[in-house]
């Protein structure tokens, strides 16, 4: 039987610069063999990529965003993600449930009890195996957001107690399961921060993946 492949997720705040690094750690894990579905939330099927234009640009109720977060997500997960881990590929998402719980649960301040309803109705209990958590200040992030951008989405658009609530609802994610999450301080430079994402890569293929993966790092 195939080996059920390895679901690693990638959070943060916008700004974070997790999109820096998420082309990055797809080069990585494909250059020691790992054959890898690399895909975002919300989006990541046709039906999901249309929700995420609504959610992302519509204005509508709290609860109406937080269940289209989780359509989308159930699409995502059902026709995508599983199917994949089952036929032994690995899956690296920018982003997944713990940005509902961030923004939706802490950011709008729907508390986490109605984002696990949604959680455990949608995963039934299963879920990804590792998350990094690209971690900055309010400040940072923001610095990092105005450099960028052309046109700032809804959630871009918040303020700052927003974005605080939001950081402090994914720290509350990582105190309650330590040990899936690879914290990331993202105000180290991108060269520092990859030799980090380097060493839980090697890390992840050890545990995760097959021999012959593990011996061609081990060769590089
Ligand atoms: P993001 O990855 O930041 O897209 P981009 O880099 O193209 O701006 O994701 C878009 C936004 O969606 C982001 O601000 C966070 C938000 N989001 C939620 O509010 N809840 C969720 O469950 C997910 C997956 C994302």
Same mark, same amino acid.
């Given at each position: 039987m195939t080996r059920r492949g390895c679901f690693?997720?990638?959070?943060?705040?916008?700004?974070?610069?997790? +999109?820096?690094?998420?082309?990055?750690?797809?080069?990585? @894990? !494909?250059?020691?063999?790992?054959? @890898?579905?690399?895909? !975002?939330?919300?989006? %990541?099927?046709?039906?999901?990529?249309?929700?995420?234009? @609504?959610?992302?640009?519509? +204005?509508?109720?709290? !609860?109406?965003?937080?269940?289209?977060?989780?359509?989308?997500?159930?699409?995502?997960?059902?026709?995508?993600?599983?199917?994949?881990?089952?036929?032994?590929?690995?899956?690296?998402?920018?982003? #997944?449930?713990?940005?509902?719980?961030? #923004?939706?649960?802490? %950011?709008?301040? @729907?508390?986490a009890p109605a984002v696990r309803l949604l959680e455990d109705w949608v995963q039934q209990g299963q879920g990804p195996d590792c998350t990094f958590l690209f971690d900055v200040p309010l400040e940072t992030a923001r610095a990092r957001l105005q450099q960028g951008r052309d046109t700032a989405d809804r959630f871009e658009q918040e303020g700052a107690a927003f974005f605080e609530r939001t950081r402090?609802? #994914?720290?509350?994610?990582?105190?309650?399961?330590?040990?899936?999450?690879r914290v990331i301080d993202a105000r180290q430079s991108i060269q520092d921060i990859r030799v980090h994402l380097d060493a839980s890569l090697r890390d992840l293929l050890r545990t995760h993946g097959d021999p012959a993966m593990h011996r061609r790092v081990q060769d590089a």
């Amino acid at each position: 039987m195939t080996r059920r492949g390895c679901f690693i997720t990638l959070e943060g705040l916008d700004g974070a610069g997790k +999109s820096t690094h998420a082309g990055w750690m797809a080069d990585w @894990l !494909r250059q020691a063999g790992v054959s @890898l579905l690399e895909t !975002r939330e919300p989006g %990541g099927t046709p039906v999901g990529e249309q929700l995420r234009t @609504l959610v992302l640009h519509q +204005s509508m109720d709290l !609860r109406t965003e937080t269940l289209l977060m989780f359509a989308a997500r159930n699409e995502h997960w059902r026709t995508r993600i599983l199917p994949a881990l089952e036929r032994g590929q690995w899956v690296l998402c920018d982003r #997944y449930t713990d940005a509902s719980f961030a #923004y939706q649960g802490g %950011g709008r301040e @729907l508390g986490a009890p109605a984002v696990r309803l949604l959680e455990d109705w949608v995963q039934q209990g299963q879920g990804p195996d590792c998350t990094f958590l690209f971690d900055v200040p309010l400040e940072t992030a923001r610095a990092r957001l105005q450099q960028g951008r052309d046109t700032a989405d809804r959630f871009e658009q918040e303020g700052a107690a927003f974005f605080e609530r939001t950081r402090q609802a #994914y720290h509350a994610r990582v105190a309650e399961d330590q040990a899936r999450f690879r914290v990331i301080d993202a105000r180290q430079s991108i060269q520092d921060i990859r030799v980090h994402l380097d060493a839980s890569l090697r890390d992840l293929l050890r545990t995760h993946g097959d021999p012959a993966m593990h011996r061609r790092v081990q060769d590089a």
